[in-house]
């Protein structure tokens, strides 16, 4: 599984932070992650601080937040995913496909409004 960040993805000078090139296993591994660390214990989860996961250009910090305001960075090196707890949960049944099946298709994984979007893409490449 890899992670990265995709500047100015379209003409609206939209972003991407992408987990992707990924298999099965390796679904279920951060699903589980977000449950367990997130949901159940309340504790924030530091991507590159997971063994299965390579960092290529950012770093992404996963942690509850009082509103679901997606993913912000001052830097563009280093991410941080504020949702609240309903937001993680919805995000874990988004993940729920990739955990059933193998599969090839993307999907975002929140809905709001906010310029920088996480792109959840087990066929991705390195070439956006």
């Given at each position: 599984?890899?992670?990265?960040f995709?500047?100015?993805?379209?003409?609206?000078?939209e972003?991407?932070?992408?987990?992707?090139?990924?298999?099965?296993?390796?679904?279920?591994?951060?699903?589980?992650?977000?449950?367990?660390?997130?949901?159940?214990?309340?504790?924030?989860?530091?991507?590159?601080?997971?063994?299965?996961?390579?960092?290529?250009?950012?770093?992404?910090?996963?942690?509850?937040?009082?509103?679901?305001?997606?993913?912000?960075?001052?830097?563009?090196?280093?991410?941080?995913?504020?949702?609240?707890?309903?937001?993680?949960?919805?995000?874990v049944?988004?993940?729920?496909?990739?955990?059933?099946?193998?599969?090839?298709?993307?999907?975002?994984?929140?809905?709001?409004?906010?310029?920088?979007?996480?792109?959840?893409?087990?066929?991705?490449?390195?070439?956006?």
């Open positions: 599984m890899e992670l990265d995709i500047d100015n993805v379209n003409e609206y000078g972003n991407v932070v992408r987990l992707y090139n990924f298999d099965q296993a390796e679904a279920i591994k951060f699903r589980n992650l977000i449950v367990d660390q997130i949901i159940i214990k309340n504790q924030r989860l530091n991507l590159s601080e997971i063994d299965f996961i390579y960092t290529r250009n950012c770093n992404l910090i996963l942690g509850l937040f009082n509103t679901d305001e997606g993913i912000i960075s001052t830097d563009n090196e280093t991410f941080y995913c504020a949702l609240t707890i309903e937001g993680y949960t919805t995000m049944k988004l993940l729920e496909p990739y955990c059933e099946k193998e599969t090839r298709g993307y999907k975002y994984l929140y809905d709001i409004d906010n310029p920088t979007d996480f792109l959840f893409s087990p066929a991705g490449s390195s070439n956006f």
